[in-house]
T-cell receptor, first 116, second 112 residues
Framework: GAGVSQSPRYKVAKRGQDVALRCDPI?????LFWYQQALGQGPEFLTY????????KSGLPSDRFFAERPEGSVSTLKIQRTQQEDSAVYLC??????????????FGPGTRLTVL | AQSVTQPDIHITVSEGASLELRCNYS??????LFWYVQSPGQGLQLLLK??????LVQGIKGFEAEFKRSQSSFNLRKPSVHWSDAAEYFC??????????FGGGTRLMVKP
């Protein structure tokens, strides 16, 4: 079956523009995660959904970042008024995990965002 | 807060030589432990994982890792490195089933 897909793969935005990044998780996966990976660093957690509920958004760096998963499947990460420091690869992952389940996360290829 | 340390930012080994990548974590209980590999422009691929049981776990591509509770370590090993193993390697921990904390990564270069 298909893995996690993300679109677009590359996005160039001018400073101040809004962007929307899409994630299609593996079908049937309950949990969905967003991570931000700056150049030369490890990924850092942004937010987590279980079905349509956003259970943890503690990693979102500012109120310019917003994520949603309205039907418990596809998720969108939106960044408003982009800044240069938002330039990074945004990774999406999905997992079957609920509280007691398998904790393996499957990652998409990422969206590389460059803010000029 | 939990943290993951990968002390080696870069490692260079000769093809055919053995490899060990270090990973130490800071967390009160035994977390779930993972090693991922990332090739340039690619997403993260899971090499292996430890949840419980046997502390020596086998993964894909000939990799293995050993969980040592007393040292809070989960080092990745491979007996004979291939040129195609050149990539970035990330150790990660999951303590609550709802997020991964990653180390800073180790970039592996393989000399012919």
């Amino acid at each position: 079956g298909a893995g996690v897909s993300q679109s677009p793969r590359y996005k160039v935005a001018k400073r101040g523009q809004d962007v929307a990044l899409r994630c299609d998780p593996i079908s049937g996966h309950v949990s969905l995660f967003w991570y931000q990976q700056a150049l030369g660093q490890g990924p850092e957690f942004l937010t987590y959904f279980q079905n349509e509920a956003q259970l943890d958004k503690s990693g979102l760096p500012s109120d310019r970042f917003f994520a949603e998963r309205p039907e418990g499947s596809v998720s969108t990460l939106k960044i408003q008024r982009t800044q240069q420091e938002d330039s990074a690869v945004y990774l999406c992952a999905s997992s079957l995990a609920d509280v007691t389940g398998d904790h393996e996360q499957f990652f998409g290829p990422g969206t590389r965002l460059t803010v000029l | 807060a939990q943290s993951v340390t990968q002390p080696d930012i870069h490692i260079t080994v000769s093809e055919g030589a053995s490899l060990e990548l270090r990973c130490n974590y800071s967390y009160g209980a035994t977390p779930y432990l993972f090693w991922y590999v990332q090739s340039p422009g690619q997403g993260l691929q899971l090499l292996l994982k430890y949840f419980s049981g046997d502390t020596l776990v086998q993964g894909i591509k000939g990799f293995e890792a050993e969980f040592k509770r007393s040292q809070s370590s989960f080092n990745l090993r491979k007996p004979s490195v291939h040129w195609s193993d050149a990539a970035e390697y990330f150790c990660a921990v999951d303590n609550a089933g709802n997020m991964l904390t990653f180390g800073g990564g180790t970039r592996l270069m393989v000399k012919p």
